[in-house]
């Protein structure tokens, strides 16, 4: 749909970058921004082509962020034009792989400042290599911290060094039970959104929210 700012964008993509496969997320968001996918092994070349193109000058890297799926990691990279009044969110898709064989993108450093504390905030948090960034460590957690925490198959370590990681007694329980409690109290659980999950609620909870 070469009318809309997205398929202008898509069909500027695939000529200035062969190979990219640049495509727009089905279906085309009614409220918000749609996001346009592209292949990760171009994706720099891609950012490049955004920022220093006459037409469209995303000049701006505003957030880049790393989301766990079951069947893949994406990173998403939420874009801006302040001379052209544009907002564009480029996401692309990798292979989980795990601690020891962290999934790899290009780092895009070299075309936005701003990517530098980004990049290592996504690495340490979701596990993801950016290639070629210039200062390629963890900026959350300690230097040899364990995992990505994150990471949908995270587990925290029991210790590090000689603290207790999560030691029972600092865990806010009755924070965590104010959704449970809160449905059992209004009887209707789609009335009711709570980000924390009883540990014990398990499956029966989360069939619950899906009703």
Request: net charge negative; hydrophobic share 40%; proline share 5%.
């Amino acid at each position: 749909m070469p009318n809309t700012i997205q398929g202008q964008i898509v069909e500027f993509l695939n000529k200035s970058v062969p190979g990219c496969n640049a495509v727009i997320n089905a279906p085309i968001a009614a409220v918000g921004d749609s996001s346009i996918t592209v292949e990760a092994a171009n994706i720099l070349e891609v950012c490049k082509a955004l920022k220093f193109s006459a037409e469209f000058n995303f000049n701006v890297l505003q957030v880049i962020t790393g989301t766990d799926y079951a069947d893949r990691i994406e990173v998403s990279y939420i874009l801006a034009s302040f001379s052209k009044n544009l907002e564009l969110i480029l996401k692309a898709k990798l292979p989980r792989g795990d601690k020891f064989n962290l999934p790899k993108i290009n780092s895009v450093v070299s075309v936005w400042n701003a990517a530098n504390f980004q990049e290592r905030e996504t690495y340490d948090m979701i596990g993801i290599e950016f290639v070629g960034h210039p200062d390629f460590r963890r900026i959350l957690c300690p230097y040899d911290w364990d995992g990505h925490p994150l990471r949908k198959d995270y587990v925290v370590q029991e210790k590090y060094l000689d603290m207790v990681v999560d030691p029972p007694g600092k865990n806010n329980t009755a924070d965590q039970m104010f959704g449970k409690r809160l449905k059992e109290e209004i009887g209707d659980p789609k009335r009711v959104s709570a980000s924390w999950k009883d540990s014990t609620a398990g499956e029966e909870e989360v069939a619950k929210d899906g009703e």
